[in-house]
């Protein structure tokens, strides 16, 4: 029933992790969503591609911080490294007059090498470029928004956007990867040769 | 054939007089690459950072190259624009860093300069931006780079990971 | 909330299958514990394995058919459940078996199904029913759920707008992936996209599978409805069962009523029909044949010539960068390098083996002045050794470079020499090193520096490490004066190629097993030769790795080691 197991020329890729803790200086209250974007040899074969944490808030023991703690648990299986998985995290939370509005998008590759990781990605939000819209936007609780979250993942059609950066998503990463190796990729020094100068009599075996 | 993925991002900027930053950048390879899948340049978003002097782009790569030789490595070039609230754009440095050969996750920083004018030119761009830009921004501008006068600008950081496909079946080590 | 889940893991499961979802089965099977004896052991054997064509009727007929046991006849039930099968429940065949009860179209197709039932001889099930996606439960349940013990824990907005959602979901429409390049970014969102676009919107459907764990006899009240299994199916395939399947962990637990120790033990397994072996070897060869072709169709494009080095020779391939100078007395600073190869290298003829850098004007960094070049070469040069039997080491390429200051008049002043030796390990090496300039005693000199330019200069630059003149057996920088300046940060990726390194990990396992045995006190000279090459390369490469940076510009020193000093 469930779509697992490799074949020739699949390798497999685990990520679990959490999404640790934001930090957006002046706002409060928020819960963030994540999903997945990946290229088409790609396929999710076990754990969930999505998800939307708690609310929460910040305390007296963590003024700045805001922890989330919410786990990452997937697993793919691909036959090339191209379209490597991307997280793509959304930030939302209550605007001073409590309509929810988006505080951030942002988004970073699931790292290749095996072991853990932490990544801290900066949050950003598309604004308007006229003030007029800007101050509306504020009054309305309006906010401009990304019509798909994914579209930060990619990077085709960025020029026109106008952003601004305003927090940071602070990640944590532990990937366990199966067969990479085996279909010759080398993803971390250590898979290659250990360097070494050549010695001359290794040369000259030829 | 071997094989190299380029995968990462354009995290940002800093060190520049403006923070209203974008990027332009683009991959060069030699002719015995061939890029199989990716966008090989691109721009990224403008972005208005709210608080510090570091600009945000979050811009992904992911690049795929087949090569049948080291000459050529893929290099990357970067320019650093500004944008101004009217919408209009300055060129604020330029920047070109090889791809690393080595697999792994690589966060690089690249420095950027941009070309320095006369003292009127400087003056000018002092008060109304602007200024000279290179007429043709290629890497391979690198060999007569002599003729050119510049200033130091900001510095650009990379995130950047390599994949390496059957580089050690042709007795190459990185 | 009194009710609790004892089993060994009450936590839910998550399944992905690419089959239609409408295969999926579960047999759940309930029975009641005792009610007055003492509380079962955990362990408690689980049920025997029922046979596959087992349905429901069968086992209900044989609960029926011994009344006058022990246990009141419907003390145990078997049921299989297919995805979104409604079983109503005798409170539910109570309600809609009267027409005028019937408000919606679901209650009126309901009704139908009742009275359709009815006719067909009475259902089969008692106590396990279903709630189904489209039962108003569903949508209670889901906004209702509590998290915390809280007696007063309202539901944040965040659940209501999912809860929202969920009810929305059939009519939600895929998003076009034309539209969404022409419309990135939507400047000001509706009450509706927020709505969607604020929470998860992949559509899930959902059953409950319940138990009516009424007294023998009271079957419909619905305060004895329990909820045994909860299913969850989204659109991407992923299933969510809670409890998970009973497979080896012991039967689920549900204790009703504390006074009367009213329990009920269930299970919960996949019944879904199983693959046929045929069939799932079918699967499995199609996907093979997928796989290897995806890898020809890779392999195609990818090609498979490659350029290669003639035995016997090392190629070494540099790409570098001229990165920044920092901590000049001067400004307009740029940097002229060459490379000199030593014996037993060579070039190919096109290679450029010196470059000079755009001339460029400093900005302060942390105190300090820095430059920034920025500036790509490539190095290509091969080694071959012909002789074998030759007593000096392999030299290696050194790179030798001065910084240059532009006055005014557009004339130069030395500010630095220096040099470097190119690693001789693959990989990543940034070098920060720091430099030095002749100078002449006095202040005349140095005004004349300021004034006219120009300075004291080195004829041969090589003299910065060993003059390639020098023949004599002491070097000595007797009697001439030098001013610390400031370093030049140089990043360079190195790689080597050679036929040799195709054997490598066999052969050098041998090679250093070989050295070790031999120890120090060999007495063929170019055997020590080679052990002290391989300590010397040791020693650098280790060198080398000290000084790679954490942060990856400063705090980055590598030290040119003069040997021959005296």
Not at chain 3, 484 to 509: D, I, M, N, W
């Amino acid at each position: 029933m469930t779509a697992g197991g490799g074949g020739p020329g699949v390798f497999l890729v685990a990520v679990n992790g959490q999404i640790e803790s934001g930090e957006f200086p002046g706002f409060d209250d928020l819960y963030c969503k994540f999903c997945f974007v990946y290229g088409q040899d790609w396929v999710p074969t076990a754990g969930l591609e999505e998800g939307i944490s708690q609310i929460t808030s910040k305390s007296d023991v963590s003024p700045t911080t805001l922890i989330w703690n919410f786990p990452i648990e997937i697993t793919f299986k691909s036959t090339n490294p191209s379209g490597w998985p991307q997280i793509v995290i959304s930030v939302y939370g209550p605007d001073f007059f409590g309509n929810d509005v988006v505080r951030g998008y942002g988004a970073v590759h699931v790292p290749f090498t095996p072991g853990r990781h932490k990544r801290t990605i900066a949050m950003f939000v598309p604004e308007s470029t006229s003030r007029l819209q800007k101050f509306t936007s504020w009054f309305t609780g309006r906010r401009p928004e990304f019509t798909d979250p994914k579209v930060v993942a990619q990077g085709e059609g960025r020029e026109v956007t106008r952003v601004r950066s305003q927090g940071f998503v602070t990640i944590s990463f532990n990937v366990v990867t199966k067969d990479i190796k085996k279909l010759g990729y080398d993803v971390s020094p250590t898979d290659m040769q250990t360097p070494c100068m050549p010695i001359t009599e290794g040369i000259h075996k030829y | 054939m071997a094989e190299l993925h380029v995968i990462g991002q354009l995290v940002g900027a800093s060190g520049f007089p403006q923070r209203r930053l974008f990027c332009k950048w683009g991959l060069h390879a030699g002719s015995a690459w061939k890029l199989l899948e990716g966008l090989r340049e691109g721009q990224t978003q403008v972005d208005d950072p709210q608080a510090g002097d570091m600009a945000y782009w979050c811009h992904p790569i992911d690049v795929h190259y087949a090569t049948k030789g080291l000459q050529g490595w893929p290099k990357l070039h970067l320019e650093v624009w500004h944008q101004d609230s009217l919408g209009r754009s300055e060129l604020l440095g330029y920047g070109f860093c090889h791809v690393p050969s080595t697999p792994g996750c690589h966060a690089l920083t690249c420095v950027t300069w941009r070309p320095r004018g006369t003292w009127g030119e400087r003056l000018s761009r002092f008060w109304l931006g602007g200024g000279p830009q290179l007429l043709a921004p290629d890497p391979a501008y690198a060999a007569d780079r002599f003729r050119l006068r510049t200033e130091a600008a900001g510095t650009v950081r990379l995130q950047l990971g390599l994949i390496l496909r059957h580089f050690e079946r042709y007795g190459v080590q990185c | 909330m009194a009710e609790r889940l004892w089993g060994a893991e009450a936590g839910g499961a998550v399944y992905r299958s690419r089959d239609p979802v409408r295969n999926l089965r579960l047999r759940v099977r309930i029975q009641r514990v005792t009610a007055a004896g003492p509380l079962p052991a955990q362990a408690s054997p689980p049920p025997p394995p029922l046979s596959a064509p087992r349905g429901p009727e069968l086992l209900a007929l044989a609960a029926r058919a011994s009344p006058d046991a022990r246990r009141p006849p419907d003390e145990e039930e078997e049921a299989e459940v297919g995805w979104q099968e409604k079983l109503f429940s005798q409170f539910e065949v109570d309600l809609y078996q009267n027409e005028s009860a019937c408000q919606t179209h679901l209650d009126r197709q309901y009704h139908k199904e009742i009275l359709k039932l009815e006719k067909a001889g009475g259902r089969k099930n008692y106590r396990i029913f279903t709630y189904i996606d489209h039962d108003q439960f569903t949508n209670l349940e889901e906004h209702c759920q509590k998290v915390t013990d809280s007696d007063h824990e309202v539901p944040s907005y965040l659940a209501e707008r999912m809860a929202n959602v969920r009810r929305r979901r059939q009519d939600r429409k895929p998003i076009e992936a034309n539209s969404l390049k022409s419309k990135i970014i939507t400047w000001e969102p509706s009450e509706e996209f927020i709505k969607n676009n604020h929470v998860i919107n992949t559509p899930v459907q959902t059953m409950y599978i319940m138990g009516d764990l009424g007294p023998y006899g009271k079957l419909g009240q619905r305060e004895y409805e329990r909820v045994l299994c909860t299913i969850k199916v989204d659109g991407n395939g992923v299933i969510t069962v809670k409890p998970d399947f009973t497979g080896t962990k012991g039967a689920y637990w549900i204790e009703l009523d504390r006074q009367k120790r009213d329990l009920w033990k269930y299970t919960i397994e996949n019944a879904s029909i199983q693959v046929q072996q045929e069939e799932e070897e079918r699967e499995q060869r199609v996907f093979r044949d997928l796989y290897s072709r995806h890898k020809e169709y890779l392999s195609g494009l990818v090609g498979s010539e490659f350029e290669m080095t003639l035995p016997g020779t090392l190629r070494l391939f540099v790409n570098g960068e001229v990165v920044s100078a920092q901590g000049y007395e001067y400004d307009n600073l740029y940097v002229h390098f060459f490379l000199e190869l030593p014996d037993h290298w060579s070039s190919p003829a096109f290679q450029q083996l010196s470059g000079v850098t755009q001339t460029c004007a400093t900005k302060t960094e942390d105190w300090d002045n820095v430059a920034y070049f920025c500036y790509p070469f490539t190095l290509e040069m091969f080694f071959s050794q012909e002789n074998e039997s030759e007593d000096c080491l392999p030299q290696w390429p050194v790179l030798y470079f001065e910084v240059l200051s532009l006055d005014f008049w557009q004339r130069y002043r030395v500010e630095g020499y220096g040099s470097l030796v190119l690693p001789a390990s693959p990989g990543l090496h940034i070098l920060t090193i720091p430099t030095w300039r002749p100078v002449e005693l006095g202040t005349v000199a140095e005004l004349r520096r300021f004034f006219i330019g120009g300075s004291p200069e080195l004829e041969d630059m090589t003299y910065v490490r060993i003059p390639a003149t020098f023949k004599g057996e002491r070097l000595s920088r007797f009697g001439f004066h030098t001013e610390t300046t400031g370093s030049v940060t140089f990043r360079l990726y190195c790689l080597q190629q050679s036929k040799a390194f195709l054997e490598t990990s066999a052969s050098r396992h041998r090679m250093q097993s070989v050295l070790d045995r031999l120890g120090g006190f060999s007495q063929q000279s170019s055997v020590y030769n080679v052990l002290e090459a391989f300590q010397k390369a040791r020693c650098r490469m280790q060198e080398a790795r000290e000084s790679l940076p954490q942060d990856l510009i400063s705090s980055s020193f590598y030290t040119v080691h003069q040997t021959q000093e005296p």
